[in-house]
């Protein structure tokens, strides 16, 4: 079947503007995860999602990040007013469950977002 | 902050040798697993094993955990060009909840032809 989808999967914009990331998981997978990986500060989680609830925010950087999952599928990651240091690639993941071996991740390819 | 440190953080081998890499990490784990990245991009899950067991192979791979020390290590067997990538160990942490993974900063394996 299809693994996880990421679009677009470059993105450049200039400061200030806002952008969104949209990721595809697996089908049938109940969990979703984005991280982040630049160079400075390697590979980061930022949230997950189990259905459509986000119970762990704790790795989003600012209020400018949001994210959020509708229909237990398609999340958007939504950036707002950005900056030179949230450039960065961004990674989703998706797992059948939470516990054990089920939280096996599968990543998508990434968005490799830029900020001038 | 990363929950992983890895060991060494750049190895290169010639092709058919044998490449071992190793990860430290802090707090008690649920399950530590091995990923491979080529150019910077998508990580492809290699093997998951669990804070129970010791040993696990697949393929070419071979993964140990010791919890008593905190560590985990990887051997790639035979090595091929091909497997030329980063390598990252990612931990599931006991005291998370939702399984989030915490990924050390990662070896950059080059094996030569």
């Known amino acids: 079947g299809a693994g996880v989808s990421q679009s677009p999967s470059n993105k450049v914009t200039e400061k200030g503007k806002d952008v969104e990331l949209r990721c595809d998981p697996i089908?049938?997978?109940?969990?979703l995860y984005w991280y982040r990986q630049s160079l400075g500060q390697g590979l980061e989680f930022l949230i997950y999602?189990?259905?459509?609830?986000?119970?762990?925010k704790s790795g989003l950087p600012s209020d400018r990040f949001s994210a959020e999952r509708t229909g237990g599928s398609v999340s958007t990651l939504t950036i707002q007013r950005t900056q030179q240091e949230d450039s960065a690639v961004y990674l989703c993941?998706?797992?059948?469950?939470?516990?054990?071996?089920?939280?096996?991740?599968?990543f998508g390819p990434g968005t490799r977002l830029t900020v001038l | 902050s990363q929950q992983g440190e890895e060991d060494p953080q750049a190895l290169s081998i010639q092709e058919g040798e044998n490449a071992t890499m190793n990860c430290s990490y802090k707090?008690?784990?649920?399950?530590l697993q091995w990923y491979r990245q080529n150019s910077g991009r998508g990580l492809v899950h290699l093997i998951l094993?669990?804070?129970?067991?010791r040993e696990k192979h697949s393929g070419r791979l071979r993964v140990t955990l010791d919890t008593s020390k905190k560590s985990s290590s990887l051997l790639i067997t035979a090595s091929r060009a091909a497997d030329t990538a980063s390598y990252f160990c990612?931990?599931?942490?006991?005291?998370?909840?939702?399984?989030?993974?915490?990924f050390g900063q990662g070896t950059e394996l080059s094996v030569k032809p």
């Open positions: 993941a998706s797992s059948l469950g939470l516990a054990g071996g089920l939280n096996t991740q599968y």
């Open positions: 089908s049938g997978h109940t969990a």
């Open positions: 999602f189990q259905g459509n609830s986000a119970p762990d």
């Open positions: 707090t008690s784990i649920n399950n």
């Open positions: 094993i669990r804070s129970n067991e």
């Open positions: 990612a931990t599931d942490a006991y005291y998370n909840q939702g399984g989030k993974l915490i």
